[in-house]
C-alpha cells in the first residue's frame, strides 16, 4: 500500500475514533474524570466494549483466515518500565482529566484545557527526553519481546478471550449497578 | 444539544475502528506516538537536526537525519480524531469555547493542573511505549502482557491519586 | 431486544465460542521431539504441513506431506489414525484441527510453535557452551534424532544464542515462530544440509 493511502486511511479511521470518543463524551474532563469517583462509569465502558469489540473481532478473523496476525504490529513487552509508566500516567491522568487522545478531542471541540494537557505532553516528553540518559536503564530494563497472554499463561488464546470477555461482562454489570444505585 | 451516545455502542465502534486498523494498515490506533513525533521535530528545529539526532531519545523520531511528522502514521491519525472530534460536537451542538473544571476551581489552577498532570501523562507514556490510545486499547485488544500491566497500573494509580485530587474536581 | 442484549448476545456467543473452540475442538499439542520420536519408533504418524508450497519446498517435517484445510475437508483415513499438523501460524493450525476432529478423527495433535521446534530441536540441537549436566543428558538424546534424521547437532552455543520457545504447553496464538522459522530455513539452506 502507498504511504497516500496508508495517510488517508490513518486520517479516516482517526476521524471515526474522534467522532465516537466525542459523541461518548470522552472530551468533558469532568466526565472523564467522574470514573475515577464512580460517579460516571463512561471511561470503563467504553474503553473495555471497545477493547472486547476489537479483541473478538481479531480472535474470530483470524481463525477464519481473513486476517493474517504475522502482520499485525503487536508492542513488545517491558514489563518493569510499563509498570511505572502505567501509574505515573494515571496519577497525571486524574490531575489532568484527559488522556492523549481525548485532549485533541477536547482541544478540537473548543475546550482550553484539552490545549493544557497537550502542552503538557509536550513538556513531558521533553523532560524525558533531556533526561534519557538517566532514564535509559529504567527505561531499556525487562525486556520480554512481543509477549501475549496466551503465551505467558500457557493457556490456549481462546480460553484467555472468553475470559477476557466474561471479566468485561462482570464490570458491566457492576457499573449498571452503580448506575442505579447513585 | 444532542445527549450523549450510549457507552457501549461508542465502545463497540471504537472497537470495529480498531479492527479495521489491523486489517487495512497491520497496527492500531495510537496518540502519544504522535506527540513523541511532533516533540521531535520541534526540537529538531529548535536545536538543529545534527544535535537532535544525537539524542538517543530522540533519534528514533528523525530517520534519514529529517523531522517527519508528516509523513507520520499516528500524526495523520490524531489529526483525525481532533477532525472527527469537532464534526460530532459541531453537529450535537456541544462545540463551547471553555475550561471543563470543578465547581470550586478557578481557570488559571484548572490549566496549572492540567499541564502538570499532561507533563506526567508525557513521561509515563514514553517509558509504558504509549498511552490509553497505543497501550491499553490496541494492544489490549492483541493481548499483549505489556499494555494489560499498563491498564492495571494506569486504572489502579488513578484511582489511588484520585482523593488526593477531589478538590480539583468537586 | 435492547440494544445492550444484542450487544451482550454476541459477546456472550464469541467470547464463550473462543474458549470452546480451543478447548473442546482444539487438537491436543505435541511436541516435535515427541513426533521425531514416534516417527523413529516406527509408529508412523500421517503428518500434513499447511504451509505455501514454496515453503514446504524449502524444508519440511520427513514424512510430512503438504496440505490445504480445504483438502483436510475430503481427507478420508481410518478415524483412529494418528494425525500430525503443523502450520505457517497456530490459528491455521487450530482451524484445520477442529476441521479434523469435526469430522471425526479422534487423534489430531498440532505441533507448537509449527516448524520452528523442529527446526531447533530435532534438526539442529544445541547444546550451550555452558550446558548443565541435565542440559547435556537432554542433548545426546536429541543429537540421536537429529543424526537419524540427517540433521546436524550444534555445539558450544552462546547462551545468548541458544533457541527459546514454549516447548512445554498451550496454544500460543500470539507467537510468531514462522518470521524465525524462515531465517531458520534460510541459513540451512544456505549452509546446505
Known amino acids: ?161 472468553g475470559t477476557v470477555t466474561a471479566m468485561a461482562l462482570g464490570v458491566f454489570a457492576g457499573a449498571r449497578r452503580l448506575r442505579v444505585q447513585p | 444539544m444532542t445527549r450523549y451516545a450510549d457507552p457501549y455502542l461508542a465502545g463497540a465502534g471504537i472497537g470495529v475502528v480498531l479492527v479495521a486498523a489491523y486489517v487495512l494498515v497491520g497496527q492500531g490506533l495510537g496518540a502519544s506516538g504522535a506527540f513523541a513525533s511532533v516533540t521531535a521535530a520541534l526540537t529538531a528545529g529548535v536545536v538543529g537536526t545534527a544535535r537532535a539526532s544525537a539524542s538517543p531519545a530522540v533519534a528514533p523520531y528523525l530517520p534519514n537525519g529529517a523531522a517527519s511528522p508528516l509523513t507520520d502514521w499516528l500524526v495523520w491519525e490524531l489529526a483525525g480524531v481532533a477532525l472527527g472530534a469537532f464534526l460530532s460536537a459541531w453537529r450535537a451542538g ?77 | 431486544m435492547t440494544l445492550h442484549a444484542w450487544l451482550l448476545a454476541v459477546a456472550v456467543i464469541l467470547g464463550g465460542g473462543a474458549a470452546a473452540a480451543d478447548s473442546l475442538l482444539a487438537g491436543h499439542e505435541t511436541s516435535a521431539v515427541a513426533l521425531a520420536e514416534a516417527i523413529v519408533n516406527g509408529e508412523m504418524p500421517r503428518v500434513f504441513d499447511l504451509r505455501t508450497p514454496a515453503e514446504f519446498e524449502a524444508f519440511h517435517v520427513p514424512s510430512a506431506t503438504r496440505t490445504t484445510v480445504r483438502d483436510l475437508l475430503a481427507l478420508d483415513l481410518p478415524r483412529p489414525t494418528r494425525v500430525v499438523l503443523y502450520a505457517g501460524d497456530a490459528g491455521e493450525a487450530a482451524r484445520a484441527s477442529m476441521v479434523l476432529r469435526l469430522r471425526g478423527y ?54 545468548a544464542e541458544m533457541p527459546s520457545g514454549d516447548w512445554k504447553a498451550g496454544a500460543d496464538a500470539g507467537s510468531r515462530p514462522s518470521m524465525n522459522t524462515a531465517l531458520l530455513v534460510a541459513a540451512i539452506r544456505r549452509r546446505g544440509c
Open chain 2, 94 to 170: 456541544r462545540l463551547a469555547r471553555t475550561i471543563e473544571r470543578g465547581p470550586g476551581t478557578g481557570a488559571p489552577a484548572r490549566v496549572m493542573t492540567a499541564v502538570l498532570g499532561g507533563a506526567l501523562m508525557g513521561v509515563g507514556a514514553k517509558f509504558a511505549r504509549g498511552c490509553t490510545s497505543g497501550q491499553a486499547l490496541s494492544g489490549g485488544a492483541l493481548l499483549s502482557v505489556g499494555s494489560w500491566i499498563f491498564i492495571v497500573t494506569a486504572f489502579a494509580a488513578a484511582f489511588a491519586a484520585a482523593p488526593l485530587a477531589r478538590r480539583l474536581w468537586s
Open chain 3, 106 to 159: 479422534r487423534d489430531v495433535a498440532v505441533l507448537r510453535q509449527g516448524l520452528y521446534e523442529w527446526l531447533t530441536r530435532v534438526h539442529e540441537p544445541a547444546l550451550a557452551v555452558d550446558a548443565t549436566v541435565q542440559e547435556r543428558a537432554t542433548f545426546e538424546r536429541l543429537a540421536a534424532l537429529s543424526r537419524y534424521f540427517g540433521g546436524r547437532p550444534r555445539l558450544d552455543v552462546p547462551r
Open chain 1, 1 to 161: 500500500m502507498s504511504t497516500a493511502s496508508s495517510l488517508g486511511i490513518a486520517l479516516l479511521l482517526g476521524v471515526a475514533f474522534g467522532w465516537l470518543l466525542e459523541r461518548a463524551g470522552l472530551g468533558n474532563a469532568r466526565k472523564l474524570v467522574g470514573q475515577f469517583y464512580l460517579t460516571d462509569l463512561t471511561v470503563l465502558e467504553v474503553l473495555f466494549s471497545a477493547l472486547v469489540t476489537a479483541m473478538l473481532g481479531v480472535f474470530w478473523l483470524d481463525r477464519l483466515g481473513l486476517l493474517d496476525l504475522r502482520a499485525v504490529y503487536l508492542p513488545e513487552t517491558f514489563a518493569l518500565p510499563q509498570a511505572l509508566g502505567g501509574a505515573l500516567f494515571g496519577g497525571g491522568l486524574v490531575l489532568a482529566g484527559l488522556c492523549p487522545g481525548t485532549s485533541c478531542v477536547a482541544a478540537a471541540t473548543g475546550r482550553a484545557d484539552g490545549l493544557a494537557v497537550i502542552g503538557g505532553l509536550v513538556l513531558g516528553i521533553l523532560a524525558f527526553n533531556s533526561a534519557f540518559d538517566w532514564l535509559r536503564q529504567i527505561y531499556a530494563s525487562t525486556p520480554l519481546g512481543p509477549l501475549t497472554l496466551p503465551e505467558l499463561l500457557h493457556v490456549p488464546a481462546g480460553i484467555v478471550v
